[in-house]
């Protein structure tokens, strides 16, 4: 979808959510006076807020023009929940109060309003679509899988506006460019797609020359699908192109700034809500069940496999073996308190510290020993990529079932395939 569309959904929304806060007071008859006037202005602060931090972390306005009426309420349903939670979150953490009914009243209005919108920008899109106005004349130049695939993509997505004219293959390995360049001036190519690496460089610079002669696109295509699994990013180093296929979304910055304030955010609201009255209930368990400190500290895998220390619950009986023997069910060294605490992972509370400390993070790959990270490096192909990222308290791996003992090789290449 288009910048300029991005943007026109929007200012939509932001008009039709002030609107919708505007009348939930007009029709409750709550005047803006007073304590009510300041109110309504943090109102419309917090809900402004919220709505561009969605823009900001994720991607309200991902839709295509060929998606069904069901799937964009699925899609953007999703964007009120979680607006929904970010306001109330704010509207609690600042102590504010307002009329359950009013805010009721505010999504009432905004809800319908909102999809009502979106199916009418979608319907006009699609009736855009079908027009002929923005048709883009299209070649492809160059032999194999590749040039079939790309002919086959714009013969199935006709709302892309793409017409196909015809494909010029290789002829004992040169391109026919007197035959190329005779079509486009028949035809108003708009754009030449040349597929490589199957196209001399002599010939390639001459067919760039004569698309910027002709004011005609060329287009680049190089067969990158051994690495579809992977983000791909270009680098220049002076004229040198360079694809960077081991990228990770938190090389953006704005992203590592995203993630560290909702680790922080996170991470100090639990430790005040929770932390600070379960944690010295848990301590007194602990000293009262088995003589040992109350936490337990073990070098772990970090970030860029760097070393730090990783705080928990002290579950078992203080033995030599911590730092080299994983944890087995029925393992003698587990204490009683152990056991309950592994089994509802309460042991693994302390680490919102390390996540204030800036050592791991809500979300990521669980941070193994030393010695087994040691180990599995050398079994397990590309195992050490799960250190790109901070550890984390949580991740993918422990969700879908893949937690505590590794009972073989295989859990845990799962939990790698999971964790990368």
Known sequence: ??????????????????????????????????????NSIYLFIFSNLAWLFLLIASNPYGLSRNWG???????????????????????????KSYFPIQIGVMYFLFVPTFFFWKMFMMYLLNIFS??????????????GELAKELRNYFSIHPE?????????????????????????????????????PNVQNSDLKQLIDFGLNSLIRVKLIADYRPFQQKLLE???????????????????????????????????????????????????IIKIDSPGPIFFRQKRSGKDNKTFICLKFRTMKVNADADIKQATSNDS??????????????????QFFNVLQGTMSIVGPRPHMLKHTEEYSKLINKFMGRHYVKPGITGLAQ??????????????????KMDR
């Not at 009426?69 to 102590?95: A, D, G, M």
């Not at 587990?334 to 042991?347: A, N, Y």
């Open 234 to 284: 270009l680098e220049q180093y002076d004229q040198i192109p360079v694809f960077n296929i081991t990228t990770v979304p938190l090389d953006d910055t704005k992203n590592q700034i995203i993630k560290r304030l909702f680790d922080i955010f996170f991470s100090l609201t639990f430790t005040i809500l929770v932390l600070s009255w379960l944690l010295p209930i848990i301590a007194l």
């Open 333 to 350: 060294r587990i204490t009683k308190v152990g056991t309950i605490l592994r089994k509802t992972s309460l042991d693994e509370l302390p």
């Open 399 to 416: 969700s879908m079932g893949y937690r505590g003992e590794t009972r073989d090789l295989n859990d845990m290449r799962n939990r790698v």
């Open 160 to 196: 892309l506006k793409y017409q196909f004219l015809g494909l010029f293959e290789n002829q004992e390995d040169r391109i026919p460019l007197e035959q190329i360049q005779l079509f486009c001036k028949e035809k108003e190519v708009n754009e030449i797609y040349c597929c490589l």
């Open 1 to 38: 979808m288009s910048g300029l569309i991005r943007a026109i959904f929007f200012m939509g929304d932001l008009v039709f959510l002030n609107l919708s806060i505007y009348f939930s007071y007009f029709f409750l008859g709550i005047p803006f006076t007073g304590s009510e006037r300041i």
């Open 130 to 143: 079908k027009s002929s106005f923005g048709i883009k004349n299209v070649i492809i130049v160059g032999k």
């Open 69 to 95: 009426v069901i799937k964009v309420l699925k899609n953007q349903l999703s964007f009120i929940f979680i607006h929904v939670l970010v306001v109330t979150s704010l509207i609690f953490f600042l102590r």
